[in-house]
């Protein structure tokens, strides 16, 4: 995490010198999105995973390097659009499908869109 918070810190001081304001986008991965639609056996390995609280802990850092930069987790749109029945994830791939970089998109677009 160290290392990341000393890349956030160039990036925000870049972003700053230049007029521009720091996004910082959180693309989780596939598993995070749909563990809550998987059923696995008992004496399955994957049946005992669980999800990091990173989400929370890279939010926490930004703020620390500094409250101007925005944060958004893709988590809660992807996972909406799974509830929804879309695969925003390749069946047979841990990357996005046009269907995932669409609601990637929109959720970039609407908060990009949203007042200060």
């Given amino acids: 995490m160290d290392e990341v918070v000393r890349v956030i810190m160039k990036a925000q001081e870049l972003a700053t010198a230049q007029g521009a304001r720091l996004l910082f986008v959180f693309a989780p991965e596939k598993f995070r999105v749909y563990r809550e639609f998987c059923q696995f056996p008992p004496e399955s390995e994957s049946a005992h995973w669980t999800v990091s609280d990173l989400p929370v802990r890279l939010r926490k850092a930004l703020n620390e390097v500094s409250p101007g930069i925005g944060y958004l987790d893709l988590t809660p749109s ?22 995932g970089h669409r609601v990637a998109a929109e959720a970039i677009s609407t908060y990009l869109a949203a007042p200060d």
């Avoid at 929804?84 to 069946?91: D, Q, R, S, V």
């Fill in 78 to 99: 992807l996972v909406a659009a799974a509830r929804n029945g879309a695969l925003p994830y390749y069946t047979d791939d841990v990357h996005w499908s046009p269907v």
